[in-house]
């Protein structure tokens, strides 16, 4: 079926570190591909997004690059601050002929960073 | 722009008890969607709507009920709460695809305990 995986947490690096959380897919069809980050207390908020094979989404110092022949959409950012501390999710996103968009969630990933 | 608004924010329940979830967006958005979050579990969706007065399960309906009386608001109902239900409930929703390329917008979560 349709899935998404993410590396498990919680992730704990320090300030200015580099950080990657992985995250692969399975899917059917073609999917989009989304991050979102759920900052302590609140809910679920899209980081950056992408739409195709090869496409890259970037926001905040956030990339991550749609790979299709790895079904993969990793999660990096070059130097971390104490503001990124959050939950990160992977997501997708297909369209099915009988039920329409569907979306599937991974199960996050706790980052802290600590100065 | 308020955004999604959910509303309690926290609530305990005793076994057997009802309540209701409300949950009200400012977008005028026709997609709406119920998600509960468990510790280390991700999202699960269990209602959704496509519009006013259409609403349909998700992945995890039972033991809810959900109505779609207008654009702005889906309210999520809980009756014969059971233990099995704590969980932290997000609300969603999302305009029509193309340039809004999927994005969900969630609300801040209610937390519920039964005990």
């Known amino acids: 079926g349709n899935s998404v995986t993410q590396m498990e947490g919680p992730v704990t690096l320090s300030e200015e570190a580099f950080l990657t959380i992985n995250c692969t897919y399975t899917a059917t069809g073609y999917p989009s591909l989304f991050w979102y980050v759920q900052y302590p207390g609140e809910g679920l908020q899209l980081l950056l997004k992408a739409t195709k094979a090869d496409d890259k989404g970037s926001n905040k110092g956030f990339e991550a690059t749609y790979r299709k022949e790895t079904t993969s959409f990793h999660l990096e950012k070059g130097s971390v601050q104490v503001s990124d501390s959050a939950v990160y999710f992977c997501a997708l996103r297909l369209a099915l002929s009988h039920t329409g968009n569907q979306f599937y969630f991974g199960t996050g990933t706790s980052l802290t960073v600590i100065p | 722009n308020a955004g999604v608004t959910q509303t309690p924010k926290f609530r305990i329940l005793k076994i057997g008890q009802s309540m209701t979830l409300q949950c009200t967006q400012d977008?005028?958005?026709?997609?709406m969607y119920w998600y509960r979050q468990d510790p280390g579990m991700g999202l699960k969706l269990i209602y959704y709507?496509?519009?006013?007065?259409?609403?349909d399960k998700g992945e995890v309906p039972n033991g809810y009920n959900v109505s779609r009386s207008t654009t702005e608001d889906f309210p999520l109902r809980l009756e014969l709460a059971a233990p099995s239900q704590t969980s932290v409930y997000f609300c969603a929703s999302r305009g029509p695809g193309g340039r809004s390329s999927y994005e969900q917008y969630f609300g801040p979560g209610t937390r519920l305990t039964v005990t």
């Open positions: 977008m005028n958005h026709n997609y």
């Open positions: 709507s496509v519009g006013a007065g259409i609403t």
